[in-house]
């Protein structure tokens, strides 16, 4: 059994903070199910995985550390949610393991195409959702200056760790590139 993707979606609104679930959980699902058709993945463990990718550092999104690990403590509340609403076990190792392995930077990579798929995702939606990033980050406490800088790195990072998948890359690039070109003309004025 997979689990009511009505009753996971309502979790996940419950748990995330609005920003986050409108601006980046969302872009997420979006990305990532227009990949699972185009590439006939299993639909149902790619959306269950995206709503539930950042389940580990929902409560904790606005105070952010950027060596946490969120990918852990997600995998197995991930699991705990489906199996609470009866999921049955293959269904659960396949999400969880989703979660466990979408970061891109952090151990274990992803391996299967559904895996692949949410780790693309992610990155995609922090290309569709630049500037809401640019704003975390600006709250988060950093300089202007400096959080320029961490922009330029998670995008290339995104950018050539991340998306692995040439399909997630052709949907993106228009917008990578965008967003490096903006980056570029304001170096020049901050270096
Ligand atoms: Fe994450
Ligand atoms: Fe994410």
Redesign the pocket.
């Known amino acids: 059994m997979t689990g009511n993707i009505e009753q996971i979606r309502k979790i996940a609104e419950e748990r995330y903070c609005r920003a986050d679930f409108k601006y980046h959980i969302l872009p997420v699902v979006k990305n990532a199910l227009l990949l699972a058709e185009k590439l006939e993945a299993d639909l149902k463990v790619v959306e269950t995985a995206a709503y539930l ?2 389940i580990g ?1 929902a409560s904790e999104r606005e105070e952010y550390k950027a060596s946490n690990d ?2 852990l403590l997600g995998a197995k509340e991930a699991r705990k949610i489906l199996e609470d609403l009866g999921c049955g076990k293959e269904f659960v190792e396949k999400v969880s393991y989703c979660v466990l392995t ?2 891109g930077r952090k151990e274990p990579e992803p391996e299967s195409l559904e895996e692949k798929i949410v780790a693309c995702a ?1 990155a995609m939606a922090h290309f569709d959702c630049f500037l809401d990033v640019f704003s975390f980050f600006l709250r988060s406490g950093d300089s202007f200056e400096s959080t320029v800088e961490k922009m330029e790195a998670k995008m290339d990072r995104n950018w050539n760790k991340k998306l692995t998948l040439p399909e997630a890359k052709e949907i993106a690039r228009p917008k990578y590139e965008a967003i490096r070109l903006l980056i570029e003309s304001m170096k020049e004025y901050i270096e």
């Open positions: 990718h950042d550092r969120h990918h979408h970061r992610d």
